[in-house]
């Protein structure tokens, strides 16, 4: 059993659905990220929660909404999105903050907005 | 602000060295990261640097140069499976990473 894992790998929904994106760390980290990953872009950080406590929201659109109900399941609930929003969602996680220690990635959700 | 660059493409033949570079410009420096990530998978850690020099892992090396803003990473004797993006990172002053938009490396036969 892979570190991280996220379901469900693909997601293909309408502009008025309501879905969410799962994932779940094995690692006992503290810190549990999602990120968002485009063709040819940087990846970008959505938010951040350590110990259960978000930590950082880096400026993202309400229609993205996390929820950390304890410190290995991490949830990314989506409404109302764009087709713009179509990419690779990655979720992450930590022993602590990203940049103090190394980060672990799950397989990533691929999104699909139409 | 932070910046981070590194090329997009590069083209290699199995059996060959080829190295990545990375430049990077931060407010702090707390190291820096390669990761790899081969099409439709996770990024996968492969180095941390925090110290200038060169740090060899198997076939793999990273190098580090602080006072430069530079960094790049050596892959030796090239297999196909080594055909995937490298991407470098390095933690803000929020220890928050910045990444760069990752390097494409494909390995002809």
């Known amino acids: 059993e892979t570190g991280v894992t996220q379901t469900p790998r693909h997601l293909v929904m309408g502009m008025t659905n309501k879905k969410s994106l799962k994932c779940e760390q094995h690692?006992?980290?503290?810190?549990m990220y999602w990120y968002k990953q485009s063709a040819k872009k940087p990846l970008e950080l959505m938010f951040v929660?350590?110990?259960?406590?978000?930590?950082e929201n880096n400026s993202v659109p309400s229609r993205f909404s996390p929820e950390c109900p304890n410190s290995s399941h991490l949830f990314l609930h989506l409404h109302t999105l764009q087709p713009e929003d179509s990419a690779l969602y990655l979720c992450?996680?930590?022993?602590?903050?990203?940049?103090?220690?190394?980060?672990?990635f799950g397989e990533g959700s691929w999104l699909t907005v139409v | 602000g932070q910046n981070i660059d590194q090329p997009t493409e590069m083209t290699a033949t199995e059996g060959a060295i080829v190295q990545i570079n990375c430049t990077y410009q931060?407010?702090?420096?707390?190291?820096l990261f390669w990761y790899q990530q081969h099409a439709g998978e996770a990024p996968t850690f492969l180095s941390y640097?925090?110290l200038d020099g060169l740090e060899e892992k198997g076939r793999f090396s990273s190098f580090l140069s602080r006072s430069k803003g530079y960094s790049y990473l050596l892959l030796k004797e090239l297999q196909m499976k080594d055909s995937a993006s490298y991407l470098c990172?390095?933690?803000?002053?929020?220890?928050?990473?910045?990444w760069g938009a990752g390097t494409k490396l494909i390995i002809k036969p």
């Open positions: 929660y350590s110990l259960e406590e978000r930590v």
């Open positions: 690692l006992g980290h503290n810190a």
């Open positions: 931060t407010s702090g420096f707390n190291g």
């Open positions: 990172a390095v933690p803000d002053s929020n220890y928050q990473l910045i």
């Open positions: 992450a996680s930590s022993l602590q903050r990203a940049g103090v220690d190394t980060i672990y």
């Open positions: 640097n925090v």
